[in-house]
Structure formats: C-alpha cells, structure tokens
C-alpha cells in the first residue's frame, strides 16, 4: 500500500508568514494528490486537487506543486483563519489515503 | 447548495451495530463515487470504505473489512454504513464525502 507522509507534523507561525508544508508518497502517484483543511470541530475542506489546482472559492494565498512523490503546499501571508490542520490525501478513486496531518500553530 | 448530512451515531456497546445513513441534496446524487472517513477523538484521518456510483463497486480499508458494509440508493439519495462486530478503536466522528465536499459528521463512541 503506498504511504503518504507530511512534514513537519506541527509548526508556529506568525500572521503574515509564508508556510510551506511537504507531502510524500511512498512511490509514485503522478499528479493524484489533495490538499485538504480542517478547522477545530469541522469537517475537512478541499483546497488543492489534482496536486496544483486550487478549488473554486478557495483564496490564491493557497496554492500547491509538485507530482511523483514529492508535493507541497504554500500559503503565502498566513491569516488568522489558516490556522488549521492540514491533510495531504492521495486521490486514487476506490482507495483515499492521508497523510498524518501538520497543524498550524499561532507563535 | 450542496448538503450532505450524516445521521444514526451514537453509543453502542463492543460487539454491537450501528447502521450510519448520509442524506446528499443539491447535486447528482447518482453522479458520484461517495466514500466514509472516520477520524478517532484527536487523531487523524482514517479513510474507511467507497461505493461506486452505481454501487457495482466497494472497497473497504482492511480495519474494518468483513465487519462494515457500505450501500447507497440513488433514488434516495442516501449513503449508508453498516457497522457490525464495533470495537473501542471504532470510536471515531464518521463523514460521509464525495470528494470535494464532506458532510458534518456523525459521532459513534463504542463502550461498555
């Protein structure tokens, strides 16, 4: 089974910082990724599909790269409300897999 | 707008059932694949099982594979998951999602 793991697992940011978090896969999945957020208490929110689209109505600060094994995903100028969890799913159809998580931290 | 609202969580005892339903509204319903994901009390994560949107196809995650059974009804729109033989580590907030949206969630604590 591929594997998918985030890194780092937890950070502390400031509003304004640029973040960038890491997703790998455990062989290659193509471009076969999501990014997804989850806020406390609520359900998880799609923002970056197909490992660099980003979803309709998901703010530009947001944006996603890579393919293969190595992803990413950047917020650019951190604001109160990205603090969150982020999850790195692979998007097979029949098979979604996660990575662990990464949750951002106000410093 | 599109909803998806889970229902039938609660508390049963290990070795018991639940039968989870999900009511989808605001998209075809018949469209989609749909899939359940189950995240434990501060813990990630875990997808559980999919269905096709034709129900000809399923797959489970192997954790719970021969004791949960995903179905749907496309005339009811609904999505359900049939939760038999439940463990403790079963306790989890159950979504029901298509992949670019996710229902609320519907809490199954499993306890003695």
């Known amino acids: 089974d591929i594997q998918m793991t985030q890194s780092p697992s937890s950070l502390s940011a400031s509003v304004g910082d640029r973040l960038i978090i890491t997703c790998r896969a455990s062989?290659?999945?193509?471009?076969?990724l999501n990014w997804y957020q989850q806020r406390p208490g609520k359900a998880p929110n799609l923002l970056i599909y197909?490992?660099?689209s980003l979803q309709s109505g998901v703010p530009s600060r947001f944006s996603g790269s890579g393919s293969g094994t190595d992803f990413t995903l950047t917020i650019t100028s951190l604001q109160p409300e990205d603090f969150a969890t982020y999850y790195c799913q692979r998007s097979h159809s029949t098979l979604w897999t996660f990575g662990q998580g990464t949750k951002v931290e106000i410093k | 707008q599109v909803q998806l609202v889970e229902s039938g969580g609660g508390l049963v005892k290990p070795g018991g059932s639940l039968r989870l339903s999900c009511a989808a509204s605001?998209?075809?319903?018949?469209?989609?694949?749909m899939s359940w994901i189950r995240q434990a009390p501060g813990k990630g994560l875990e997808w559980v099982s999919y269905i096709s949107s034709s129900s000809s196809y399923t797959n489970y995650a192997d954790s719970v594979k021969g004791r949960f059974t995903i179905s749907r009804d496309n005339a009811k729109n609904s999505l359900y998951l049939q939760m038999n033989s439940l463990r403790a580590e079963d306790t989890a907030v159950y979504y029901c999602?298509?992949?670019?949206?996710w229902g609320q969630g519907t809490l199954v604590t499993v306890s003695s």
């Open positions: 062989q290659s999945i193509s471009s076969s």
């Open positions: 197909a490992a660099s």
């Open positions: 999602a298509k992949v670019d949206f």
């Open positions: 605001g998209f075809t319903f018949s469209d989609y694949y």
